[in-house]
């Protein structure tokens, strides 16, 4: 199979989890770009932001047609994240491949946890 199709797949899959569990998608494409597809942990991330904007967008739209979206809240919630995005990206660069996969690791297992007891 080819690695066109192999993205395409994975990203279909990723695609169908975030619609419908309302996530960005990183918490999917990052281990698997990282784990199944040997691509940098540096690079997987970036990639996977990239990603993001569209499938949210998509997503965002059949959401908004539904009537599901509070569009004040999600003003301020994008005021906030352009500006820690930025930072956080910054940031990134200067974190050594280990330790972003141990602490993106530790955010996953906090994040599973939290959902998992509420």
Do not use: W
């Not at 040997?38 to 990239?50: D, E, G, L, N, Y």
């Not at 997503?59 to 930072?87: E, K, P, R, T, W």
Request: proline content about 3%.
């Amino acid at each position: 199979m080819s690695e066109r199709l192999k993205f395409s797949g994975a990203g279909f899959l990723v695609g169908i989890l975030s619609g419908l569990l309302g996530v960005g998608g990183g918490i999917f494409l990052v281990p698997i770009m990282v784990i199944y597809f040997s691509i940098t942990q540096h690079i997987a991330q970036a990639t996977s932001m990239a990603i993001v904007i569209p499938t949210a967008l998509v997503s965002s739209a059949i959401y908004g047609f539904h009537g599901n979206i509070d569009i004040s809240l999600a003003l301020n919630l994008v005021i906030g994240s352009v500006f820690g995005a930025s930072f956080g990206a910054r940031m990134m660069k200067k974190v050594p491949a280990d330790r972003l996969k141990q602490l993106f690791g530790i955010l996953l297992m906090v994040i599973g946890l939290r959902m998992a007891v509420a």
